[in-house]
């Protein structure tokens, strides 16, 4: 196979990572180094670039006293030159425990590995020597190291604890077991000079409740150094004189656990899966915190050049979730719901208190938005102690309307006993298509666009009458696209859903209608959530039922939804969101399907900005804002043209 440091490109800034436990044999290093080149054999096959085993895996971590024995440490280095050997062919990079004899004293390492060469040689830093430990008995630290090469299978090979491996855009380093433990471990000093992939050889054995603790520390580890973390622990074939071994490996990325081995599993295993490096180089970019930390803890580090495996990713391990803004889990989406709720009636009850308005005007249409604005409007006055009565809820019934979202806004105003308004808007566009000579047949963007300003200026001019506040209804999934009428529900005084994408909305009013009492109100929103998303700007069918479809004219609002996160969160190329999108979306569209609508969403992105460049105030409650004043500053007129043609 050939090696090559553009791999990464080809496959969108990922690399397969991989972490191994061989159940060893304790002192017998041959043995063990045949356990792992079987391991490393079945790792390559599954295409995997670099593979890290347990700390001193070679000899075995529980061998006590015999690391002071000239036959194991004389094996071991042995057994190590018979490894290098076995994979003279193989690309990938390997890691390695061992003990290493060095006239300054025994050191117990990490052994870096590729093609029958050593990369390098990272000893620990940090020896525990308390509770069941004793390491100090038989090792030094890299602290007292003085060398910066030795001489071990006949190769003059790096030393020391600030060494970093290469490959392009990549780089990583090595920790063993108790360096993560410390109060400042030296994968914090790699992080902070520019490596974004640790690896961890461990041998934590199994106490009750220190699983837990152990994987939240590799999560907060990866999130911290905004990095990748590998961490692999012995298992089954350790010594059980005094403490077992679970064979735990783990693969975390910013804080997320990608993959995760059973314990106990008394068997040679692995675990492997997708780093995304771009992915992680992006969060970093977007801080300068990290950049002034990196300055304050900059250390003298050798890089050394490395070449990746060629490995071709045809289709990713890793989860990639279909909606990033909706948890998966149920529980953690109930949370998150109570949350982002929060945040929105916080967000009005400021606003409302700052000008002190006693009144809001919330137009109801029946569909999702303008529901979930009502419900987070009704919550915020019940915050305040402000009557619901001084809430108008307005439904201005068009050309378009049908008789089931009219229903639902009105029944839903009432039994929220809010105060309600009819006022028919059909008369008044008339006389305005009268006005301005347009021809009523001719249902064109005017058609439309007059209905939605017509609707605007009545909640405005209420607003007045009523020294209250418009609450605006639009989503941050309409803002993306530019789906809202310019001057028309584009604007408000408050827009209590613009941090919401269309996908959460629906979540949101589901929560809602699991938590409150109410029967009736409980039907409606099951009843609004049921309906299709659409403006009503259009005459319905003959049947009553809704002919204009939003999802049918831009597009489904689940693709949309995953364009804007990956577009503005990360700022991926088109070629990397149209593959995550059909790894995520593969059973669902077709991947022609799914590139029409990723051109349409670039367009309409690109081509809407204006409308997001003079956006109402409203909350940020996620990782995306297209607010010109919070996350999002983007000319009106920037040109699309080199995301299509990249595409």
């Given at each position: 196979?050939?090696?090559?440091?553009?791999?990464?490109?080809?496959?969108?800034?990922?690399?397969?990572?991989?972490?191994?436990?061989?159940k060893?044999?304790?002192?017998?290093?041959?043995?063990?180094?045949?356990?792992?080149?079987?391991?490393?054999?079945?790792?390559?096959?599954?295409?995997?670039?670099?593979?890290v085993?347990?700390?001193?895996?070679?000899?075995?971590y529980?061998?006590?006293?015999?690391?002071?024995?000239?036959?194991?440490l004389?094996?071991?280095?042995e057994?190590?030159?018979?490894?290098?050997?076995?994979?003279?062919?193989?690309?990938m990079?390997?890691?390695?425990?061992?003990?290493?004899?060095?006239?300054?004293?025994?050191?117990?390492?990490?052994?870096?590995?590729?093609q029958?060469?050593i990369?390098?040689?990272?000893?620990?830093?940090?020896?525990?020597?308390?509770?069941?430990?004793?390491?100090?008995?038989?090792?030094?630290?890299?602290?007292?190291?003085?060398?910066e090469?030795?001489?071990?299978?006949?190769?003059?090979?790096?030393?020391?604890?600030?060494?970093?491996?290469q490959?392009?855009?990549l780089?990583?380093?090595?920790?063993?077991?108790?360096?993560?433990?410390?109060?400042?471990?030296?994968?914090?000093?790699h992080?902070l000079?520019?490596?974004?992939?640790?690896?961890n050889?461990?041998?934590?054995?199994?106490?009750v409740?220190?699983?837990?603790?152990?994987?939240?520390?590799i999560?907060?580890?990866?999130?911290?150094?905004?990095?990748?973390?590998?961490?692999?622990?012995?298992?089954?074939?350790?010594?059980?004189?005094?403490?077992?071994?679970s064979?735990h490996?783990?693969?975390?990325?910013?804080?997320?656990?990608?993959?995760?081995?059973?314990?106990?599993?008394?068997?040679?295993?692995?675990?492997?899966?997708?780093?995304?490096?771009?992915?992680?180089?992006k969060?970093?970019?977007?801080?300068?915190?990290?950049?002034?930390?990196?300055?304050?803890?900059?250390?003298?580090?050798?890089?050394?050049?490395?070449?990746?495996?060629?490995?071709?990713?045809?289709?990713?391990?890793?989860?990639i979730?279909?909606?990033?803004?909706?948890?998966?889990?149920?529980?953690?989406?109930?949370?998150?719901?109570?949350?982002?709720?929060?945040?929105?009636?916080?967000?009005?009850?400021?606003?409302?208190?700052?000008?002190k308005?006693?009144?809001?005007?919330?137009?109801?249409?029946?569909?999702?938005?303008?529901?979930?604005?009502?419900?987070?409007?009704?919550?915020?006055?019940?915050?305040?102690?402000?009557?619901?009565?001084?809430?108008?809820?307005?439904?201005?019934?068009?050309?378009?309307?049908?008789?089931?979202?009219?229903?639902?806004?009105?029944?839903?105003?009432k039994?929220?006993?809010?105060?309600?308004?009819?006022?028919?808007?059909?008369?008044?566009?008339?006389q305005?298509?009268?006005?301005?000579?347009?021809?009523?047949?001719?249902?064109?963007?005017?058609?439309?666009?007059?209905?939605?300003r017509?609707?605007?200026?009545?909640?405005?001019?209420?607003?007045?009458?009523?020294?209250?506040?418009?609450?605006?209804?639009?989503?941050?999934?309409?803002?993306?696209?530019g789906?809202?009428?310019?001057?028309?529900?584009?604007?408000?005084?408050?827009?209590?859903?613009?941090?919401?994408?269309?996908t959460?909305?629906?979540?949101?009013?589901?929560?809602?209608?699991?938590?409150?009492?109410?029967?009736?109100?409980?039907?409606?929103?099951t009843?609004?959530?049921h309906?299709?998303?659409?403006?009503?700007?259009?005459?319905?069918?003959e049947?009553?039922?809704?002919?204009?479809?939003?999802?049918?004219?831009?597009?489904?609002y689940?693709?949309?939804?995953?364009?804007?996160?990956?577009?503005?969160?990360?700022?991926?190329?088109?070629?990397?969101?149209?593959?995550?999108?059909?790894?995520?979306?593969?059973?669902?569209?077709?991947?022609?399907?799914?590139?029409?609508?990723?051109?349409?969403?670039?367009?309409?992105?690109?081509?809407?900005?204006?409308?997001?460049?003079?956006?109402?105030d409203?909350?940020?409650?996620?990782?995306?804002?297209?607010?010109?004043?919070?996350d999002?500053?983007?000319?009106?007129?920037?040109?699309?043209?080199?995301?299509?043609?990249?595409?």
């Open positions: 196979m050939r090696l090559k440091n553009d791999c990464l490109a080809k496959n969108f800034g990922f690399v397969k990572v991989g972490a191994a436990v061989p060893i044999t304790v002192a017998d290093p041959f043995y063990n180094s045949e356990k792992i080149f079987k391991l490393v054999k079945e790792a390559s096959e599954e295409g995997v670039q670099i593979l085993f347990p700390e001193l895996c070679m000899t075995g529980t061998c006590g006293d015999l690391f002071h024995q000239k036959m194991l004389v094996s071991a280095e057994a190590l030159c018979h490894l290098l050997e076995e994979t003279k062919e193989e690309d990079i390997v890691m390695v425990g061992l003990p290493l004899s060095t006239q300054r004293g025994i050191y117990n390492v990490a052994a870096v590995l590729q029958g060469k990369l390098g040689i990272i000893p620990k830093t940090y020896l525990p020597n308390y509770h069941e430990f004793y390491e100090k008995r038989w090792f030094v630290s890299a602290v007292d190291r003085v060398e090469e030795i001489t071990l299978c006949g190769q003059t090979v790096p030393f020391g604890t600030e060494i970093l491996f490959a392009g855009e780089i990583f380093g090595a920790e063993i077991c108790e360096d993560l433990w410390a109060p400042m471990p030296p994968s914090m000093y992080y000079n520019g490596a974004n992939l640790i690896f050889l461990s041998a934590s054995n199994e106490t409740g220190k699983y837990q603790y152990r994987k939240d520390l999560k907060q580890q990866s999130a911290r150094g905004e990095g990748a973390y590998v961490f692999v622990s012995a298992g089954s074939g350790e010594s059980t004189t005094d403490v077992v071994f064979g490996a783990l693969i975390a990325e910013n804080g997320i656990v990608l993959a995760e081995s059973e314990r106990f599993l008394g068997e040679d295993h692995f675990i492997f899966t997708e780093v995304d490096v771009e992915r992680l180089i969060d970093r970019n977007d801080k300068n915190i990290y950049a002034e930390s990196a300055g304050q803890y900059h250390k003298e580090y050798r890089k050394i050049e490395v070449a990746l495996k060629d490995t071709q990713i045809a289709s990713l391990t890793r989860a979730d279909k909606m990033p803004f909706v948890p998966g889990d149920t529980a953690m989406r109930k949370e998150r719901c109570e949350e982002i709720f929060q945040i929105q009636v916080n967000g009005l009850a400021k606003r409302l208190e700052h000008t308005s006693k009144n809001a005007v919330v137009g109801i249409s029946g569909g999702l938005d303008s529901t979930l604005a009502l419900l987070v409007t009704v919550k915020t006055f019940d915050l305040l102690n402000l009557p619901r009565e001084n809430i108008i809820g307005i439904t201005m019934p068009g050309f378009g309307t049908t008789d089931r979202t009219y229903q639902n806004a009105v029944k839903l105003i039994r929220l006993k809010v105060s309600f308004r009819e006022i028919p808007i059909a008369n008044a566009v008339k305005h298509f009268l006005d301005i000579g347009h021809d009523i047949g001719v249902k064109d963007v005017v058609y439309e666009n007059s209905q939605a017509e609707r605007t200026q009545i909640l405005m001019d209420i607003a007045n009458q009523e020294k209250g506040l418009v609450i605006g209804t639009g989503d941050l999934s309409e803002l993306a696209l789906f809202a009428t310019y001057n028309g529900d584009h604007m408000s005084n408050y827009g209590v859903n613009a941090g919401v994408p269309k959460l909305a629906r979540h949101l009013i589901g929560w809602v209608s699991e938590t409150i009492e109410n029967q009736e109100i409980r039907e409606i929103l009843d609004v959530l309906t299709p998303v659409s403006p009503e700007l259009l005459p319905a069918k049947d009553g039922e809704i002919d204009q479809k939003t999802e049918e004219i831009v597009g489904p689940e693709l949309h939804d995953f364009f804007l996160y990956y577009t503005v969160r990360f700022g991926f190329m088109p070629k990397k969101i149209f593959y995550l999108a059909r790894e995520a979306f593969q059973e669902e569209y077709e991947p022609e399907y799914i590139y029409k609508w990723l051109r349409t969403f670039y367009y309409r992105f690109f081509s809407q900005q204006f409308k997001r460049s003079c956006l109402p409203g909350p940020k409650v996620g990782s995306i804002n297209l607010s010109p004043r919070g999002w500053r983007m000319p009106s007129d920037a040109s699309v043209r080199p995301y299509l043609d990249e595409m």
